[in-house]
């Protein structure tokens, strides 16, 4: 025999097993006796199993690096590679894209590299914030050199698994981003002059750290003030 009592507004069933005492089951906000997953009661009533809550998680104050090339060489800087390092802040704001040209893809040329974009990034917020530096598994990043690097920064350094460009999907879609706005700016820049910019003129090098240095201009900290 079932009886039904009033729990606020939820449904409670108290059942009696044959031969045996009286057993009540977890109140449920819904309709019948049966166990519902989206219920949120019905999680709730499992005692101290707790509810799962989905979502993505995202990391902050994380580098993450790529290279772009080779190029045409360009005049002048002699560069052949992009350096692409964008910042992740977290906490719903945008990322931040910063671009150094390289002549090769040594250790020397990318430490060197690297430790012209961190001294950019901590001049602009006045502390060093970046703690994790992520890449994808090639040796420009993963040799001896950048790591002393990142030890003598307290910088924890992660790599992908393998060639999977979606593990570092920031950086990627960086480089995007970058190679969209150079494009842009090269468009609007020879309509103007009426003049055709081949890939190796040196202003494109200037073009390259122009459409990341827009990009990052955009972004605003929490008291709304430009990196810039």
């Known amino acids: 025999m079932a009886e039904e009592e009033d ?4 449904s409670g069933v108290s ?46 104050n994380v580098l993450s690096a790529d290279l772009s090339g080779p190029h045409p060489e360009a005049v002048g800087t002699n560069f052949r590679y ?23 893809k040594s250790a020397q040329e990318v430490s060197k590299a690297l430790r012209s974009i961190l ?15 992520h890449t994808d598994a090639c040796q420009e990043f993963l040799n001896n050199t950048v790591k002393d690097r990142m030890a003598e920064m307290n910088i924890m350094q992660t790599k992908t698994a393998g060639y999977d460009p979606q593990a570092n999907g920031n950086a990627e879609l960086g480089v995007n981003i970058v190679k969209g706005m150079v494009r842009t700016l090269q468009v609007g820049l020879e309509s103007h002059v009426k003049y055709h910019i081949p890939p190796g003129h040196p202003i494109m090098t200037w073009l390259v ?16 003030y430009t990196a810039y």
């Open 82 to 104: 992009m350096l692409v390092e964008v910042f992740n802040h977290g906490n719903g704001a945008p990322n931040m894209p910063f671009v150094r040209g390289l002549t090769d």
């Open 119 to 133: 001294g950019e990034l901590n001049s602009m917020v006045g502390e060093q914030v970046v703690v994790r530096f």
């Open 7 to 10: 729990s606020g507004g939820w």
């Open 15 to 60: 059942r009696t097993a044959p031969g045996g005492p009286p057993t009540v089951a977890a109140p449920l906000c819904h309709s019948g006796d049966e166990y519902e997953r989206s219920c949120v009661k019905c999680r709730e009533a499992l005692g101290l199993r707790r509810p799962h809550t989905y979502g993505k998680s995202e990391s902050t």
């Open 209 to 224: 750290r122009h459409a990341a240095m827009l990009r990052t201009f955009r972004v605003k900290d929490e008291e709304g």
